[in-house]
Each structure stands twice: as structure tokens, then as C-alpha cells.
């Protein structure tokens, strides 16, 4: 099992950037893929950007494209989103999740359900 915590959310203008990162627990963070989902009030859950265990393959939404950054160090076992240009259609809690991957053949998830492991998000609030 891992348990995932997620830090680096706050209030921001439009235009500039955050950092998030998200801390694993447990000596087997690198056979999980990661992946940052976001939720703003009244919306569902959706996928941001998703990592293989290795760090070498990443996914991400269509708008976060060129904007957003996922990566990991799995010696920290901490998986981070570099966020820039941030635009007020950005705001939403954004959650850290985890799929156990033993085989280590990555198939890219979007949908949260494929996500066995969450952090309690963090909250991102983008002010024009």
C-alpha cells in the first residue's frame, strides 16, 4: 500500500506558477504509476497529467498541454506538478492518486477508477 500527501497549493494571480508535490509512503513508490487529478466545485473529477513508474512516459489533458509539468523522484518517492501560466479556469482541489503497476507496462489512465490510492488534495485557487 502507499498513503499519498499532497502540498504546494495557494492562491495565485493569473499567469504565474505553482509547484505541487505529492509525498509517498512505503518502499515500493516506483511500481506505482501517478497520476493529478483536479475537481472544482460543481464538476467531476478530472485527469490532468499521468507518469510510468520510471518517469520516462508522461499523458496529459489537452488544455494543461505546454502549461503543466508531471515528474517524480523515486528516491524521495514524491511526484511533483510544475504548473505555469496558470489561468483561473486552473482553480479546483487537485488530487494525487496511485495504480499499483507490478508488470511495469504502462498503460496511460485517465478515468479515476483505475486509481486504487488518493491523496486529500490540495487547493488551487487562480485569481484574474
Known amino acids: 500500500q502507499v498513503q499519498l500527501v499532497e502540498s504546494g497549493g495557494g492562491s495565485v494571480q493569473a499567469g504565474t506558477s505553482l509547484e505541487l508535490s505529492c509525498a509517498g509512503t512505503?518502499?515500493?513508490?516506483?511500481?506505482?504509476?501517478m497520476a493529478w487529478f483536479r475537481q472544482a466545485p460543481g464538476k467531476d473529477r478530472e485527469f490532468v497529467a499521468a507518469?510510468?513508474?520510471?518517469?520516462?512516459?508522461?499523458m496529459y489533458q489537452d488544455s494543461v498541454k505546454g502549461r503543466f509539468t508531471i515528474s517524480r523522484d523515486n528516491v524521495k518517492s514524491t511526484v511533483y506538478l510544475q504548473m505555469n501560466s496558470l489561468k483561473p479556469e486552473d482553480t479546483a482541489v487537485y488530487y494525487c492518486?496511485?495504480?499499483?503497476?507490478?508488470?511495469?507496462?504502462?498503460?496511460?489512465?485517465?478515468?479515476?477508477?483505475?486509481?486504487?490510492?488518493w491523496g486529500r488534495g490540495t487547493q488551487v485557487t487562480v485569481s484574474t
Open positions: 507518469i510510468n513508474w520510471s518517469g520516462d512516459n508522461t
Open positions: 492518486a496511485a495504480e499499483l503497476n507490478y508488470d511495469r507496462t504502462w498503460v496511460p489512465r485517465t478515468e479515476p477508477r483505475f486509481y486504487g490510492y
Open positions: 512505503g518502499r515500493t513508490f516506483n511500481f506505482y504509476a
